[in-house]
């Protein structure tokens, strides 16, 4: 089946505009996850939805990071007033249900801010 | 402070022989470990996972063991191919309850070339 694509693969910004990238998880994946990843290094969590509940924002490194997941599927991770420090991929993940915690990740969006 | 660490930034090795990949971690809260594949601009594939309870586990070509008395966990890979050649990062899940349990913590990765 399908796995998780997300968009645009690759995105640059100038330095204090707002982006938006999308996520579409695994049909019938009930948690959806965000992550960082910088260069050289492994990704880390950003924030997470079990539905369309964000139960864990802990991840979002300030307040112009910010998640939604309306209808409990696609998920859209907004910047705003982006920093040259947002250049990152940004790799999107979903899991089913139950005790199977392995995550299954998207191919990311590279973000670069100059 | 990184809590799973991988000290290996890369690691050679021949076609046919055996690739031992590495993981150390400090959280002795983490109680489920799980290793991915990646490649080049796409994102990490999982590979195989081992619960806390157990110290072995096997899928194939892959093995996992993990030494809880010393916070140790490593990835074989038995033979080795030249399509094994990728970065290979471990990650913890944390034995928390609620909604902090579902996070993975990763390693930095150690990159496998596979040498034919």
């Known amino acids: 089946g399908a796995g998780v694509s997300q968009s645009p693969r690759y995105k640059v910004a100038k330095r204090g505009q707002d982006v938006a990238l999308r996520c579409d998880p695994i049909?019938?994946?009930?948690?959806l996850f965000w992550y960082q990843q910088a260069l050289g290094q492994g990704p880390e969590f950003l924030t997470y939805?079990?539905?369309?509940?964000?139960?864990?924002k802990s991840g979002l490194p300030s307040d112009r990071f910010f998640a939604e997941r309306p209808e409990g599927s696609v998920s859209t991770l907004k910047i705003q007033r982006t920093q040259q420090e947002d250049s990152a991929v940004y790799l999107c993940?979903?899991?089913?249900?139950?005790?199977?915690?392995?995550?299954?990740f998207g191919p990311g969006t590279r973000l670069t801010v100059t | 402070d990184q809590q799973v660490k991988q000290n290996s930034p890369s690691l050679s090795v021949q076609e046919g022989r055996i690739s031992i990949l590495n993981c150390d971690y400090t959280?002795?809260?983490?109680?489920?470990f799980l290793w991915y594949k990646k490649y080049p601009a796409e994102g990490p594939t999982f590979l195989i996972s081992?619960?806390?309870?157990?110290d072995k586990n096997e899928d194939g070509r892959f093995t996992v063991f993990l030494n809880k008395s010393a916070k140790h966990l490593s990835l074989h890979i038995v033979p080795s191919q030249p399509g094994d050649s990728a970065v290979y990062f471990c990650?913890?899940?944390?034995?928390?309850?609620?909604?902090?349990?579902?996070?993975?913590?990763f390693g930095k990765g150690t990159k496998l070339s596979v040498i034919p």
């Open positions: 993940a979903s899991s089913p249900t139950g005790n199977r915690y392995e995550q299954y």
């Open positions: 049909s019938g994946h009930v948690s």
């Open positions: 939805f079990q539905n369309e509940a964000q139960l864990d």
């Open positions: 959280n002795s809260m983490f109680d489920y």
């Open positions: 081992i619960s806390s309870i157990k």
């Open positions: 990650a913890a899940k944390g034995a928390y309850s609620g909604a902090g349990s579902y996070q993975l913590t």
